[in-house]
């Protein structure tokens, strides 16, 4: 006689009688699985139920997250069984389908799947949490999309409303639900919904790059615009002048500020939301992936109870990450720390945080004034802008304040000659900054994929010999997998040249030098190139070749190679 699942947990010692008991008269009240009773009552976990189940039926406890799933294999059973109870495809194998399963021994449902699909049952074990994630893999937004766009048929006579119905179960609703769960599943950080002559296109930017999500028929786009703008604040009946807004909401169990903003086309509003995660929790400076020396650096600078550290780089370089991740360094309750921030992206606790707003005349430079006043030991400037906020920043840091602030520019010694071309004088600047740190962000070989090859980028073999160094014999890719969804990558890592002012830098600068002579200086002071710490993770292991070449190849010494 087969056993139950309450017995087989007993054997092993992960259930009491009195626990049993009390999980038996639950399932009574409620009618669900056993399993699912004791899990809810935290006697058990699901991976310590699906391990206990797959020991004593001799049977293969599945990782399904390292799995393809086909998705015409899947399809085998319908969504709503799926669902129900807690079971997926996976494979055929021998004439077989295996399925997996949160509870093997549920007969009733084997003999029902066995009829629904007419073949043979060959059950593996798995958790109703992956197996509903693994679900949810195969069914992409767009598959999603097409099922919800095919309910209402295509009119491409029917004229964008000025009023749309964006309440209730209306399509345009449903659709922009799905568009921002998938973005925030995917953990892209920004939303673009483009307008084109037959319809839109949606992209999402995930890791710094953008990617084809899926189309919006014609005739639901003006519901599904109408519905982000609504969320947003912004007036749906002008479509002619840019608009901002911004929201937060709680979509996949997750709190969200969303920016929004529209731009009138040639087509139609072109509409971007940027997606910020309040429940991300911030990285410390360890994880960020800085080489051991560039963090040294970063930290003894952090230490310093005035001047000015900048962080530079591009757009979508971390360089906001940045900041937050040294404010969080320096927060204690020793510490008056004040930010002057467009926009707010993460709050912090304990730290005294302020938005821009420029309609009631409250800017960078307005802002930063009245934090003066404030009794101030750290302050943040998101961003110096103009010559007014240079000026005011590097005052403060004169005056005894340690202020943190970004800036664009393509390498560390480059932001002297951006500061003086604003207007600030080399000898304040010489006088009040502490550091530099110039960065990028490369995207990171999915760890469960990565696969060594022999190294024969002739480009960038050219460039690393430019460099001074010896290309690598190997180098390492991503194959694809589905922890990575087939892309080779996982997530991001920085990379970055940090410049320490020491005398001779600070000599040079208020001698207002080149910046030829600037580099000549930081690199005999220890400074390590962008490029160099990018070889540096190319050999290690932590990026390709080819992520190389799109972060820093061209931004120094091109010409060299």
Same mark, same amino acid.
């Given at each position: 006689?087969?056993?139950?699942?309450?017995?087989?947990?007993?054997?092993?010692?992960?259930?009491?009688?009195?626990? /049993?008991?009390?999980?038996?008269?639950?399932?009574?009240?409620?009618?669900?699985?056993?399993?699912?009773?004791?899990?809810? /009552?935290?006697?058990?976990?699901?991976?310590?139920?699906?391990?206990?189940?797959?020991?004593?039926?001799?049977?293969?406890?599945?990782?399904?997250?390292?799995?393809?799933?086909?998705?015409?294999?899947?399809?085998?059973?319908?969504?709503?069984?799926?669902?129900?109870?807690?079971?997926?495809?996976?494979?055929?194998?021998?004439?077989?389908?295996?399925?997996?399963?949160? @509870?093997?021994?549920?007969?009733?449902?084997?003999?029902?799947?066995?009829?629904?699909?007419?073949?043979?049952?060959?059950?593996?074990?798995?958790?109703?949490?992956?197996?509903?994630?693994?679900?949810?893999?195969?069914?992409?937004?767009?598959?999603?999309?097409?099922?919800?766009?095919?309910?209402?048929?295509?009119?491409?006579? #029917?004229?964008?409303?000025?009023?749309?119905?964006?309440?209730?179960?209306?399509?345009?609703?449903?659709?922009?639900?799905?568009? %921002?769960?998938?973005? &925030?599943?995917?953990?892209?950080?920004?939303?673009?919904?483009?307008?084109?002559?037959?319809?839109?296109?949606?992209?999402?930017?995930?890791?710094?790059?953008?990617?084809?999500?899926? !189309?919006?028929?014609?005739?639901?786009?003006?519901?599904?615009?109408?519905?982000?703008?609504?969320?947003?604040?912004?007036?749906?009946?002008?479509?002619?002048?840019?608009? @901002?807004?911004?929201?937060?909401?709680? %979509?996949?169990?997750?709190?969200?500020?969303?920016?929004?903003?529209?731009?009138? #086309?040639?087509?139609?509003?072109?509409?971007?939301?940027?997606?910020?995660?309040?429940?991300?929790?911030?990285?410390?400076?360890?994880?960020?992936?800085?080489?051991?020396?560039?963090?040294?650096?970063?930290?003894?600078?952090?230490? /310093?109870?005035?001047?000015? /550290?900048?962080?530079?780089?591009?757009?979508?370089?971390?360089?906001?990450?940045?900041?937050?991740?040294?404010?969080?360094?320096?927060?204690?309750?020793?510490?008056?720390?004040?930010?002057?921030?467009?926009?707010? !992206?993460?709050?912090?606790?304990?730290?005294?945080?302020?938005?821009?707003?420029?309609?009631?005349?409250?800017?960078?430079?307005?802002?930063?004034?009245?934090?003066?006043?404030?009794?101030?030991?750290?302050?943040?400037?998101?961003?110096?802008?103009?010559?007014?906020?240079?000026?005011?920043?590097?005052?403060?840091?004169?005056?005894?304040?340690?202020?943190?602030?970004?800036?664009?520019?393509?390498?560390?010694?480059?932001?002297?000659?951006?500061?003086? =071309?604003?207007?600030?004088?080399?000898?304040?600047?010489?006088?009040?900054? &502490?550091?530099?740190?110039?960065?990028?962000?490369?995207?990171?070989?999915?760890?469960?994929?990565?696969?060594?090859?022999?190294?024969?980028?002739?480009?960038?073999?050219?460039?690393?010999?430019?460099?001074?160094? #010896?290309?690598?014999?190997?180098? +390492?890719?991503?194959?694809?997998?589905?922890?990575?969804?087939?892309?080779?990558?996982?997530?991001?890592?920085?990379?970055? !040249?940090?410049?320490?002012? =020491?005398?001779?830098?600070?000599?040079?600068?208020?001698?207002?030098?080149?910046?030829?002579?600037?580099?000549?200086?930081?690199?005999?002071?220890?400074? #390590?190139?962008?490029?160099?710490?990018?070889?540096?993770?190319?050999? @290690?292991?932590?990026?390709?070749?080819?992520? &190389?070449?799109?972060?820093? +190849?061209?931004?120094?010494?091109?010409?060299?190679?």
């Amino acid at each position: 006689m087969r056993k139950r699942l309450g017995d087989i947990l007993q054997d092993q010692g992960l259930l009491t009688d009195a626990q /049993l008991a009390v999980a038996l008269e639950e399932q009574k009240k409620t009618g669900e699985r056993l399993g699912r009773a004791l899990i809810a /009552l935290d006697f058990v976990t699901s991976s310590q139920v699906a391990d206990a189940l797959s020991e004593h039926l001799k049977i293969e406890r599945v990782n399904l997250a390292r799995r393809y799933l086909e998705p015409e294999v899947v399809d085998l059973i319908p969504a709503t069984i799926i669902v129900s109870k807690s079971v997926l495809p996976i494979e055929m194998q021998d004439g077989a389908l295996v399925v997996a399963m949160a @509870d093997p021994l549920d007969i009733n449902v084997m003999d029902d799947l066995q009829r629904l699909t007419g073949k043979i049952i060959s059950p593996v074990v798995a958790t109703e949490e992956e197996i509903e994630e693994a679900f949810q893999r195969t069914r992409n937004i767009a598959q999603s999309a097409r099922e919800l766009i095919s309910r209402y048929e295509d009119d491409e006579d #029917t004229k964008e409303p000025d009023q749309v119905e964006y309440l209730g179960d209306a399509p345009g609703v449903r659709l922009t639900n799905l568009i %921002l769960e998938q973005a &925030i599943t995917q953990k892209a950080s920004d939303i673009h919904l483009e307008p084109h002559e037959h319809g839109m296109r949606v992209r999402y930017r995930i890791d710094g790059l953008l990617k084809d999500i899926m !189309e919006i028929p014609r005739h639901l786009r003006g519901d599904v615009n109408s519905r982000i703008k609504i969320m947003g604040g912004l007036d749906i009946t002008e479509r002619r002048k840019p608009q @901002d807004g911004r929201i937060q909401i709680t %979509l996949a169990s997750q709190e969200v500020d969303m920016r929004i903003s529209s731009l009138p #086309t040639v087509y139609g509003e072109k509409i971007v939301a940027r997606l910020l995660h309040k429940s991300s929790s911030l990285l410390d400076l360890e994880d960020f992936g800085f080489s051991i020396d560039n963090l040294w650096k970063i930290e003894r600078m952090l230490q /310093l109870n005035q001047g000015l /550290l900048l962080v530079t780089g591009p757009t979508g370089s971390g360089k906001s990450t940045s900041l937050y991740a040294f404010l969080h360094k320096l927060n204690s309750p020793e510490k008056n720390i004040v930010t002057v921030e467009d926009p707010v !992206e993460y709050r912090l606790n304990g730290i005294n945080q302020v938005q821009v707003n420029p309609k009631v005349g409250l800017t960078f430079a307005t802002g930063l004034r009245t934090v003066l006043r404030q009794d101030p030991d750290v302050i943040m400037v998101g961003e110096i802008r103009d010559e007014e906020t240079g000026e005011i920043a590097v005052r403060s840091a004169l005056t005894g304040h340690l202020v943190l602030s970004t800036l664009h520019t393509n390498n560390a010694v480059a932001t002297i000659s951006r500061l003086v =071309n604003m207007g600030l004088e080399p000898y304040i600047l010489s006088s009040t900054i &502490i550091g530099i740190v110039a960065q990028r962000l490369v995207r990171t070989i999915c760890s469960d994929c990565r696969t060594e090859e022999t190294f024969n980028d002739r480009l960038l073999t050219r460039y690393i010999e430019s460099l001074g160094l #010896t290309p690598p014999s190997t180098t +390492y890719y991503g194959k694809g997998c589905p922890l990575c969804s087939y892309t080779g990558y996982r997530g991001r890592t920085a990379i970055a !040249e940090v410049l320490v002012f =020491n005398k001779e830098m600070r000599q040079a600068v208020e001698a207002d030098a080149s910046e030829a002579e600037l580099l000549e200086i930081a690199l005999r002071s220890g400074m #390590t190139t962008l490029q160099y710490d990018a070889i540096g993770k190319l050999i @290690d292991g932590v990026t390709t070749a080819a992520e &190389i070449i799109r972060t820093v +190849y061209s931004v120094d010494m091109e010409g060299d190679v």
